[in-house]
Nanobody, 126 residues
Framework: EVRLVESGEGLVQAGGSLRLSCTAS????????MGWFRQAPGKEREGVSC????????EYADSVKGRFTISSDSAKNTVYLQMNRLNPEDTAVYYC???????????????????WGQGTQVTVSS
C-alpha cells in the first residue's frame, strides 16, 4: 500500500520556523520526485516545492523562495520542508505528494502528482 504520512503541524508566530516531514512507504522512494503543496482556506491548492530524490535538484514557488528549503533522506524515505520567516499568508494545510520520475516538476502542478498524504495544518499568527 502506497502511503505518505506528514508530520510537524503546528502554530507559530510570524517570523518563526517550522519543519514538516513526510515519510513514504509502499514504493521505491528514489523512483519518485517528491513535492509539497498547500491549501489555504477559501483558496485553491498550490505547489510549494519539489525535489528530485536522485540528484536533489529542487524547485520552489516564488512566494517561498529564500524562506523554505526542501530536502530528502532516501535512507529514511522521508522528505522535509524547513519553513523559516513564516508569515500569516503561509497558513494552510500542507500536503506531501509523490510523482513517478526522477526529475523535478518545474511547474509544481498538482496534476503531475500521483500519490498524496492526508495533509498537516500550519497556522501562523500575526
Amino acid at each position: 500500500e502506497v502511503r505518505l504520512v506528514e508530520s510537524g503541524e503546528g502554530l507559530v508566530q510570524a517570523g518563526g520556523s517550522l519543519r514538516l516531514s513526510c515519510t513514504a512507504s509502499g514504493f521505491t522512494f528514489t523512483d519518485y520526485a517528491m513535492g509539497w503543496f498547500r491549501q489555504a482556506p477559501g483558496k485553491e491548492r498550490e505547489g510549494v516545492s519539489c525535489i528530485s530524490t536522485t540528484d536533489s535538484s529542487t524547485e520552489y514557488a516564488d512566494s517561498v523562495k529564500g524562506r523554505f528549503t526542501i530536502s530528502s533522506d532516501s535512507a529514511k524515505n522521508t522528505v522535509y520542508l524547513q519553513m523559516n520567516r513564516l508569515n500569516p499568508e503561509d497558513t494552510a494545510v500542507y500536503y506531501c505528494a509523490a510523482t513517478f520520475g526522477t526529475t523535478v516538476v518545474v511547474e509544481l502542478s498538482e496534476d503531475e502528482f500521483d500519490c498524496w498524504g492526508q495533509g498537516t495544518q500550519v497556522t501562523v499568527s500575526s
